[in-house]
């Protein structure tokens, strides 16, 4: 069974930078892509097997995921935060190894529960 499990959400002023981390089990995390959305499916960042990254526009120059494969873990460095990058932060995976999603919610089959980041201006 497929779990995953996100942490790292915070309340944090305008400008400021958080690390949301979402560690995996149940897959052979080094074979799979992994995505982060924010609420209502709202792609954010992926990263492939490769370590290949691919951003959301509205995110670009500022976020930053990566993965770290001896702890079954990726992670999204989130700087120069903004009030409209307020909501909850999912990580997904999907169901099938060395298949990139694209960034396509329907594509990923596997969601965590979500972490809580809320940027004050």
């Known amino acids: 069974q497929v779990q995953l499990k996100e942490s790292g959400g915070a309340l944090v002023q305008a400008g400021g930078s958080l690390r949301l981390s979402c560690t995996a089990s149940g897959l052979t995390f080094n074979s799979y892509a992994m995505g982060w959305f924010r609420q209502a499916r709202e792609f954010v960042a992926g990263i492939l097997w490769s370590?290949?990254?691919y951003y959301a526009d509205s995110v670009k120059g500022r976020f930053t995921i990566s993965r770290d494969n001896a702890s079954d873990t990726v992670y999204l460095q989130m700087n120069s935060l903004k009030p409209e990058d307020t909501g909850v932060y999912y990580c997904?995976?999907?169901?099938?190894?060395?298949?990139?999603?694209?960034?396509?919610?329907?594509?990923?089959?596997?969601w965590g529960q979500g972490t809580q980041v809320t940027v004050s201006s």
């Open positions: 997904a995976a999907p169901s099938k190894s060395h298949f990139n999603p694209l960034g396509v919610p329907r594509f990923y089959d596997h």
């Open positions: 370590d290949l990254t």
